[in-house]
């Protein structure tokens, strides 16, 4: 996982082709005041899903996973905890994997937990197990979804 300020972004750009237009739509769009639900931008290949969700509570929320897209993480209105652990020190998921949604959940807890402000982001890989959305109130974010 990575975690870094918007304004550095352009360091992360060889990481994967698409993270160039994506954090440039990100910068040039006022996301605070767009419309929740999916933006796309390259098919299934590059989306954003705009959110307006309510914070949960650490033992509430689970881990979750990905194979087939990075996530890339936008607190917009407020900080979020996130909560990480590697997916190599994970048991069994609370169901199987999720093929068409691309997603499994795990009802360990994180082991590490960090807190995501405005102006940041984070990567998250196949290998990082993550708990976002976690605090009090109300948070609207980003998640884009690069393939891999």
């Given at each position: ?7 550095d972004a352009e360091r992360y750009y060889a990481l994967h082709p698409l993270l160039k237009p994506l954090f440039e739509y990100v910068r040039s769009h ?60 994970l048991g069994e998921s609370d169901a199987p994997f999720d093929e068409d949604n691309d ?46």
């Open positions: 996982m990575i975690i870094a300020k918007t304004q006022d996301l605070i005041t767009a419309p929740a639900g999916r933006i796309t931008l390259q098919g299934d290949e590059l989306f954003i899903n705009v959110n307006d969700s309510t914070l949960m509570q650490r033992e509430e929320q689970k881990l979750e996973v990905h194979r087939r897209y990075l996530d890339v993480h936008f607190p917009l209105s407020c900080p979020e905890d996130f909560g990480w652990r590697h997916i190599s020190t997603y499994a959940l795990y009802s360990q807890p994180a082991d590490k937990w960090l807190t995501l402000c405005p102006g940041e982001f984070s990567i998250v890989y196949p290998e990082d197990a993550h708990a976002p959305i976690v605090g009090e109130g109300r948070i609207r974010k980003l998640v884009a979804k690069i393939k891999i």
